[in-house]
C-alpha cells in the first residue's frame, strides 16, 4: 500500500527523461560557447594585436642600404635633428636661380630613393630648390617611425631648409604625397607656408583604415590619427590638390572632403585612371606651376645661406 505521503504520479517524481534533457542542454550549451565564444575570443585578439603593432601597419620604411645611393643628380646630403634628438637625412638639390623652394613630404613606404625622379622633376619643372628628406626610420635616418615623431621630423626639415636657403619658413611650398600630405597639412597649419601641395592625401589615418579593415573598429582603437580633416581650416593660404580617380589606397572621396575643408584659393585636379603611386608627368607639373604663379609671387631670397 503506497505511502499517503509519496503518491504514484506526484510531483516529487522527476520525469524519467529530465537526465537526457540536461545531457542535451549541457551539449547545447557547449556548441553555442565553441561556436559563439571562440570567434569573439579570436575578434578580440585580432582588434588587441592590431593596436599593439599599429605602427607596422601605418609605417613601411625602407632602411639604407635599401634603394640606389649614388643619385646621378648633384644633390647634396642634408643632416639635421628633430627637436627630440634623432638625427634625420636628406638630400637637397639647389637651383641657381630658384622661384620657389620646395621642402617635399614623401609617403609611407620606401625612402628617398624611390624619389629621386619627383625631386629632379620640380626642380625642373617649377625652377625650385628641393629639399626630400626620410623619416625617422626610413633611409639613413635613425629611430623608429611614430606619429608625434614624423612631425617633429616634419619641422626639423622646415627649419634646416629655410636655413640652408635663407627663405623663411612661411614661403616655403609645402608638398607632400598621400602621409606626407597630412604632414605638410601639420606644418602648413602650425606655421604657414607659401602654398601647399597635396597628392592622394586623406582626412584621418582611422578613415584610411576603416576603407581596408570595415570589420574593425579602428577609429575607435587608433592611437595615431594625422588628422588633416582636422587642421586644414587652420591654413590660409594657396592650395593645389590632386587625386587619382583609382586609388585603390585612399579613395577619392577622402581627398575631395579635406579639399571641400580647406580654404580658398584652392584648386582640385581629378587623375582619371590614375592609382595611388602612380607616376606624373609633365602635363602634371606644368598645372601646378600655373597655380603658383597665379597664386603666389615668387621672389629672391633674403640672407641667403652659404653653408
Request: proline fraction near 8%; glycine fraction near 8%; hydrophobic fraction near 40%.
Amino acid at each position: 500500500m503506497a505511502s499517503s505521503g509519496e503518491q504514484p504520479g506526484s510531483s516529487f517524481d522527476p520525469p524519467k527523461d529530465a537526465p537526457g534533457r540536461r545531457s542535451y542542454r549541457r551539449r547545447f550549451f557547449r556548441a553555442a560557447l565553441w561556436w559563439v565564444g571562440l570567434p569573439a575570443v579570436a575578434y578580440v585578439t585580432v582588434c588587441v594585436g592590431m593596436m599593439w603593432q599599429e605602427e607596422s601597419f601605418i609605417f613601411f620604411p625602407s632602411r639604407f642600404p635599401e634603394g640606389d645611393w649614388r643619385p646621378s643628380l648633384p644633390v647634396e646630403d642634408a643632416w639635421f635633428e628633430a627637436a627630440d634628438g634623432v638625427r634625420l637625412h636628406g638630400w637637397f638639390l639647389a637651383h641657381p636661380q630658384p622661384r620657389r623652394v620646395v621642402l617635399y613630404c614623401h609617403g609611407n613606404a620606401g625612402n628617398i630613393t624611390h624619389r629621386a625622379d619627383i625631386l629632379e622633376d620640380i626642380h625642373r619643372f617649377l625652377d625650385a630648390s628641393v629639399l626630400v628628406w626620410d623619416y625617422r626610420g626610413y633611409g639613413r635616418s635613425e629611430g623608429r617611425p611614430t606619429e608625434r615623431g614624423v612631425l617633429l621630423d616634419a619641422e626639423a626639415a622646415r627649419n634646416w631648409l629655410a636655413k640652408r636657403t635663407g627663405w623663411a619658413t612661411d614661403r616655403l611650398v609645402l608638398w607632400g604625397h598621400s602621409l606626407g600630405g597630412a604632414v605638410a597639412v601639420h606644418l602648413a597649419a602650425a606655421g604657414g607656408a607659401e602654398a601647399l601641395v597635396l597628392e592622394s592625401t586623406f582626412t584621418c589615418l582611422p578613415d584610411v583604415a576603416a576603407h581596408h579593415y570595415p570589420w574593425l573598429p579602428v577609429r575607435l582603437l587608433m592611437r595615431n590619427r594625422l588628422d588633416a580633416l582636422g587642421l586644414i581650416s587652420q591654413y590660409h593660404g594657396p592650395l593645389f590638390q590632386s587625386h587619382g580617380q583609382a586609388d585603390t589606397i585612399v579613395p577619392i572621396r577622402l581627398g575631395q572632403k579635406l579639399f571641400a575643408s580647406a580654404n580658398p584659393p584652392k584648386q582640385f585636379l581629378a587623375l582619371p585612371g590614375a592609382d595611388h603611386n602612380d607616376p606624373l608627368g609633365p602635363d602634371y607639373y606644368h598645372r601646378v606651376r600655373e597655380f603658383l604663379e597665379a597664386h603666389t609671387s615668387p621672389r629672391p631670397p633674403t640672407n641667403p645661406s652659404t653653408n
